[in-house]
């Protein structure tokens, strides 16, 4: 991963953001890792995943309680609309 300390971010902020479509950007200030920037493809890839995983350990643990699948998903929407 290419890392960019703060301030050369905030200069070069416009290829840090081409870099970031092939890859996270790590950004640091005084040495120390802050941020990472990623492409929006990566970001709701990322979203998509957790959500997949979070679905999956649902329906497990609903299942368990009795709960159908559009029972455990409607609960899943709402947790992520908060």
Do not use: H, W
Not at 17 to 35: D, E, F, I, M, Y
Not at 49 to 78: H, P, W, Y
């Amino acid at each position: 991963m290419e890392t960019y300390r703060a301030s050369d971010a905030k200069r070069e902020f416009g290829e840090l953001l081409l870099k970031s479509q092939s890859g996270p950007v790590s950004v640091t200030r005084n040495g120390k890792p802050v941020a990472v920037v990623l492409s929006e493809t990566e970001y709701q890839s990322l979203k998509l995943n957790a959500l997949r995983a979070a679905l999956t350990e649902g329906e497990q643990s609903g299942f368990e309680q009795g709960l159908s699948a559009d029972g455990v998903k409607a609960i899943a929407r709402q947790r992520l609309q908060k």
